[in-house]
């Protein structure tokens, strides 16, 4: 284990579906959830698994005699379903419930976000089934150069066309994170209103305010200089 991890439980298990099958010790810590092989069971072949409880997207349990095999017996199952929609099953003697609801609960108790080792894209995906315990919180981007991210909570997008309206057109830009595209704005507006067009520039500022920040609300990260 990592130096300071505290393991909350232990239950002895087979992964059954998702790696090569591996029979040990299936640990549930405040970071992860780890699987210590027990390399006699697993016939020198048992390989460690490990998941970050952050990347978890949902559970499910089985019943008894519903579940895969564990040596040769019908036993609990516990899916494991990451937020990439891979499963990973593992099989026990033992109820796997209080493992479950353990998880389920570091799952909701989890608000602080570990490192990402890379860049996750927004994406739809569908719910949860019946019975299933589902992570509190969706995965999040890590700033990216060249890249305004979604916001939490998400900037207004009324709002942001208010302030371009308000701000020669750009107001509402430097609210949404797009700084240099906002000031950018302001200026050619300005500059256009010496010859009577700058209005144009101003109206299209309002109207890209709202669309822009609308896309950053439905969680969809956008160009520093990105127009519409």
Known sequence: MLEGEVVRLRLQAQLARGYPQTVGDLCLTDRRVVLIPNQVLSIGFGKRW???????????????????????????????????????VFTALQDVGPMCQALSQSMKRQDILEEIDSPSIPYSSPPPPDGAYAAATPPKALPQPGLVMPSNPPKDPVLAAFLSFMLAGGGGQIY????KKGVGIIIVSLVLSCVGIGLITWLLGVVDAYVIANRLKSGVPVGEMQMF
């Open 50 to 88: 490990e998941v970050r409880i952050s990347d978890i997207r949902y559970l499910h349990t089985k019943r008894p005699f519903e579940g895969d095999s564990f040596i040769g017996g019908a036993g609990n199952s516990l899916e494991i379903v990451l937020r990439n929609n891979t499963k990973h």
């Open 176 to 179: 949404i994170g797009q700084v």
